[in-house]
């Protein structure tokens, strides 16, 4: 038992220093950060399978899609192009919020019935705020970090209780580098909104 701890252990620390470097070039608005994020992805859901949080298996798998959709739009966009920091738009406001409440009432639902979860409500609010804080960022939008930081802070009480201190840590890590990113995103966008208001 207790090697099977420590090789969870190992695993969260690999883990998190993948995901630090994708969460740090997230924040200076770097591609590459979706090679990094892929590879804690994969090593993220070995070992919430052993911890049975079966919501955040789902989010790392919806991630890991999200990902590789992310890079690619990041780096074509929809005028072939590299797609840059934006707000979302009501509509996209709105699908947010979307994503939260029907993303929260199927895992809840799901975890409650399905599963041997002893926590099926802070996993699937979790999950729920990340889903919508993932799918913005895909997009470039400024809102991902909002949505993102609510899961930071609901997960890390939630990690603590799981006994997953190292992820705990890193989720903490996260809140303060997405609170970071959130005012240097708005920078890029204010220099980027003056540097085409001159151009023109």
């Known amino acids: ?5 420590t090789h969870l252990t190992w695993l969260q620390a690999i883990g998190t ?5 994708q969460v740090l070039l997230a924040r200076n608005n770097n591609i590459h950060n979706y090679l990094f994020g892929i590879t804690s992805i994969l090593i993220g859901i070995w070992v919430l399978y052993q ?7 789902l989010l790392n798998m919806y991630y890991l899609v999200m990902s590789v959709y992310g890079w690619i739009y990041w780096k074509f966009g929809k005028q ?5 920091i934006s707000y979302a738009s009501g509509q996209e406001q709105i699908k947010a919020m979307g994503i939260v409440l029907l993303c929260f009432v199927l895992m809840v639902y799901w975890l409650m019935y399905y599963t041997n979860s002893d ?5 699937a609010a979790v999950s729920a705020f990340a889903w919508a804080g993932m799918w913005l960022m895909a997009k470039r939008k400024m ?15 939630l990690l603590f209780y799981k006994e997953l201190y190292i992820y705990a840590g890193l989720t903490i890590f996260l809140f303060l580098v997405g609170t970071s990113g959130y005012f240097k995103w708005r920078k890029i966008v ?11």
Do not use: Q
């Open 119 to 123: 926590v099926p409500i802070w996993d």
């Open 1 to 5: 038992m207790e090697n099977f701890f």
């Open 80 to 84: 072939k192009e590299e797609t840059p």
């Open 143 to 157: 809102e991902n970090w909002i949505y993102l930081n609510i899961s930071n802070i609901i997960s890390i009480p």
């Open 17 to 21: 220093t993948f995901g630090v470097c």
């Open 51 to 57: 911890s049975k949080l079966y919501a955040d298996i």
């Open 190 to 200: 204010i220099h980027d909104t003056s540097r085409r208001t001159a151009e023109a």
